[in-house]
């Protein structure tokens, strides 16, 4: 089968053209998982998280017996209360058990078998599944490391934060009680912000039900350089001619290394510009101009990433103020992550810091968000529809009517005189 580039959901290297992960991967496993740290990766959505947890669950098996969760496999009902969660936890570990025959040979059967006893029982509570928990990690071939993406799905409800208090207790006390390696979550929202999802008064806004959680700073966007890796592998395949050193670079410069932003792109060129007049032939589709084509593509499509823009500006107008000033006013903003509207415009990846400057993450959200900006505008503005109105006297059969404009101008000079007389 030809491989493509894929913008719907995970990745797979034997069927997708996509960026290899391979110094990323080896970096993470030797700086958080090989040291035991717990941590979370929260990028931006459609930022490549879920392509990279699986990856990095392939990368430690050797080492590490791996659980690897994610919790949109859990619905809202399973965090009613305390046993619903633990009895609904305990079913989904039955699922990646009877998938994962490695993950069997690494455990112990009788601590498994502990475990999952607490499903007859009535009320089975956190700190009983962090006992059986703790007994399995204790008595299996190798250390285990627990990965749990999308956990979003499950920071409106108080039961997980409880979770994650489990997590923490254990975590301090892992030399006298058996734990996870490592624990490491994924979504968008930084663990410090989950409350923010269950109350919004000031004194419980960031009170932290995990700050155990080490630094997570690695770069998850990519370069021009790795881009331009992924484009020698399509380029093998297709021979278009390309530059590939120029392609790379002309689709940095509008992404910023967004992965999404980068997949879409290509696949655009691959599959949409083809069928387009003016690109009759691969060597004027891979070209900087094929590469305009595919952004005006992108940005008049309606796509989750953009959608999922729009209702985080209206859940959070102090942002959308922010990015207005940066964008209308050309205000430059010193970075501060202290500032609530900075800091939850990084956590979306809708801004980014260069310079000691907060900046637009990239030219096709700044492009995006304008259009946005100007079309609210116009719709909501009297003066800008009195302007546009305005406009339209001042052309003739295409052309600017400068008598008009003269005209004009001379009646608005007069007036002004008048009123200020």
Known sequence: MRRYFNTEGCCRPGIHYMVRLDERLDEIKRLYVDRGKYFVINRGRQYGKTTT????????KNDYAVLSMDFQALGTDNFADGPTFVTSFIEYLEEIYARKEGLRNDMCTEAYQELLSLKSREKAGLDKLFRGLSRMCETAKKPVVLIIDEVDGASNNQIFIDFLAQLRRYYLDRDSSPTFHSVILAGVYDIKNLKLKIRRDDEHQY??????????????????????????????????????????????????????????????LDED???????????????????????????NEN?????????????????????????????????????????????????????????????????RLMNLFISEESVQSDVFKQGQSDTNQFIRNGWLDMDRVLEKFVELFKDSLQENS
């Open 273 to 299: 510009i083809p069928e387009r007049d003016g690109f009759a032939d691969c060597g004027d589709i891979w070209t900087e101009e094929g590469v305009r084509e595919a952004v005006k593509i992108l940005l």
């Open 53 to 60: 947890l699986r990856e990095l669950a392939e990368y430690l």
């Open 303 to 367: 796509i989750p990433l953009f959608g999922s823009m729009v209702r985080q500006l209206d859940l959070y107008p102090e942002l959308k103020d922010v990015l207005k000033q940066i964008l209308y006013e050309g205000q430059r903003i010193a970075f501060s992550p202290d500032t609530k509207s900075i800091n939850i415009g990084l956590m979306f990846g809708f801004l980014k810091e260069n310079e000691g400057q907060i900046v637009i993450a990239n030219r096709i959200f700044e492009m």
């Open 207 to 268: 009170n932290s039900p995990w700050n155990i959680a080490a630094r997570f700073n690695m770069e998850m966007s990519f370069s021009a350089d790795q881009i331009a890796r992924m484009l020698q592998e399509y380029e093998d395949d297709q021979s278009t001619g390309m530059d590939v050193k120029a392609m790379a670079s002309c689709i940095y410069e509008y992404t910023s290394g967004y992965p999404y932003l980068v997949s879409a792109l290509c696949k655009f």
